[in-house]
T-cell receptor, first 111, second 110 residues
C-alpha cells in the first residue's frame, strides 16, 4: 500500500478521442511523475510536476499534457488518441532516498 | 542517451539464489535502483545504490560498481511470491525522471 491511487483502473477509448487519467499522491509529496508502460516493457517517463509546474519531460508529443493541483492530485490528458497509446499509465510520487511510490495504474485500451 | 541492459528472463527453484545483472550507459549517473513488479501490479521500490558496494535488505541485496557501469540484484532463499519482473532503474536529469531497463522476468518453480 503506497498511498498513491489512480482512477479509473481500466478504460477503453477509440482513435481520435481524448482521455483524462487521475492520480492522488501521498500527502506532503510535492513531486508527481507519470509513466507509460507498454506490455512487456519497462515504464517510460512522460513528465514530472513539482508544485503545479512541469519540470521535466520525456520523449512524448505535446498531445500528452498534465496538471497538478494543490491537494496532491494530478491529471494526465492525452488528446487525439492513437492505437499505440494503449498501455498501462502509472503515476508516482517521490519520497525520500530517491524512492518513488507508484500507483496501481490505469490500463488504457485504444481501439 | 541512456540505456540499461538486463536479461529478459531468469528461472530458478524455491530456496535457491539468483542474481540479475544490469549494465548501463548514462550521460550523467545518479546511482542505480531496483524495482519489483508483479503481473498487473505497480512497480515497488527494492533498493538504491548511490555508491559502489553492496546494500542488503533482508533476502535482497544490490551491488554497484560505477567503474564497470554494472550492478546486480541478488535474491536469496527464493520463494514462489518472488516470481515477478525486476527492473534496474537509473535516475536522470537531476532526479527528474527514472530510466527503466526492459525488465527481467523471474519465474520461481517448486
Amino acid at each position: 500500500e503506497t498511498g498513491v491511487t489512480q482512477s479509473p483502473t481500466h478504460l477503453i477509448k477509440t482513435r481520435g478521442q481524448q482521455v483524462t487519467l487521475r492520480c492522488s499522491s501521498q500527502s506532503g509529496h510535492n513531486t508527481v511523475s507519470w509513466y507509460q508502460q507498454a506490455l512487456g516493457q519497462g515504464p517510460q517517463f512522460i513528465f514530472q510536476y513539482y508544485r503545479e509546474e512541469e519540470n521535466g519531460r520525456g520523449n512524448f508529443p505535446p498531445r500528452f499534457s498534465g496538471l497538478q493541483f494543490p491537494n496532491y492530485s494530478s491529471e494526465l490528458n492525452v488528446n487525439a488518441l492513437e492505437l499505440d497509446d494503449s498501455a498501462l499509465y502509472l503515476c508516482a510520487s517521490k519520497g525520500q532516498n530517491n524512492e518513488q511510490f507508484f500507483g496501481p495504474g490505469t490500463r488504457l485500451t485504444v481501439l | 542517451g541512456q540505456s540499461l541492459e538486463q536479461p529478459s528472463e531468469v528461472t530458478a527453484v524455491e530456496g535457491a539464489i539468483v542474481q540479475i545483472n544490469c549494465t548501463y550507459q548514462t550521460s550523467g549517473f545518479y546511482g542505480l535502483s531496483w524495482y519489483q513488479q508483479h503481473d498487473g501490479g505497480a512497480p515497488t521500490f527494492l533498493s538504491y545504490n548511490a555508491l559502489d558496494g553492496l546494500e542488503e535488505t533482508g533476502r535482497f541485496s544490490s551491488f554497484l560498481s560505477r567503474s564497470d557501469s554494472y550492478g546486480y540484484l541478488l535474491l536469496q532463499e527464493l520463494q514462489m511470491k518472488d516470481s515477478a519482473s525486476y527492473f534496474c532503474v537509473s535516475p536522470s536529469g537531476g532526479y527528474n525522471k527514472l530510466i527503466f531497463g526492459a525488465g527481467t522476468r523471474l519465474a520461481v518453480h517448486p
